[in-house]
């Protein structure tokens, strides 16, 4: 093989490599962009209303995160212990109580539609799947961590750090948001500003958070 052939390959071997790279560049990009959207819920759940209008507690909806990893959501029940005695109002209370009448937690009947199908058009295609089959609120969590990633809610609560802290304003959004920049570093600042310097060797593990 010549000289001229050699450096041909070279040549298109390094192209085909950039290529590739900028390739993977771009699709953890589009995957980081993603990854910062807040996801579409099958309801239309107002944190502003219900932390802020209301002064309801985080801890009542989560109530999993004084005592388990996962800080939980709420099930259709407990939205119901108190949507029951309202009057629905927007999209999103018909559509609940429209989900509630379907699985008997409701107080009302579902309304008819066309063809027998019940309820509003716009709460037949999101919820009739879910009642049919007797599924729970399909909510989609929106903090979420890589699999490599062991967080654990209950001893973070439990000593006292606030769930804005991790969460961001959440009193203050219409919609759920994750937080930007919620990375390793992110973590490990915030434990050395918190601990002393013995809980810190601990929490600074990589044991403690990889498992």
Not at 76 to 104: D, V, W, Y
Not at 132 to 137: A, G, L, S, T
Not at 156 to 161: D, L, R, S, Y
Not at 188 to 202: A, G, P, Q
Request: hydrophobic share 35%; aromatic share 6%; proline share 8%.
């Amino acid at each position: 093989m010549t000289e001229a052939k050699r450096s041909g390959l070279l040549s298109v071997a390094l192209r085909v490599a950039g290529v590739v790279l900028a390739a993977l560049v771009l699709w953890g990009a589009v995957l980081l962009y993603q990854s910062q959207q807040p996801p579409a819920q099958p309801l239309e759940f107002n944190h502003q209303r219900h932390v802020q209008d209301l002064g309801m507690s985080c801890l009542y909806c989560h109530s999993n995160a004084q005592r388990g990893v996962s800080a939980g959501l709420p099930s259709l029940t407990k939205c119901m212990a108190c949507h029951n005695s309202i009057q629905p109002k927007t999209a999103a209370e018909k559509r609940l109580h429209e989900f509630a009448a379907r699985k008997g937690q409701g107080q009302g009947k579902p309304s008819q539609g066309p063809e027998g199908q019940g309820g509003p058009p716009e709460g037949r295609g999101l919820l009739r799947p879910y009642a049919m089959q007797d599924e729970p609120i399909p909510w989609v969590p929106v903090a979420m961590q890589p699999d490599f990633v062991y967080f654990s809610h209950r001893p973070h609560v439990n000593a006292g750090i606030a769930c804005e802290t991790c969460h961001g304003e959440v009193g203050q959004m219409t919609v759920a948001e994750p937080i930007k920049n919620q990375n390793m570093g992110w973590c490990l600042s915030c434990h050395k500003n918190s601990v002393d310097e013995e809980h810190f060797v601990k929490l600074s593990d990589c044991a403690t958070c990889h498992k």
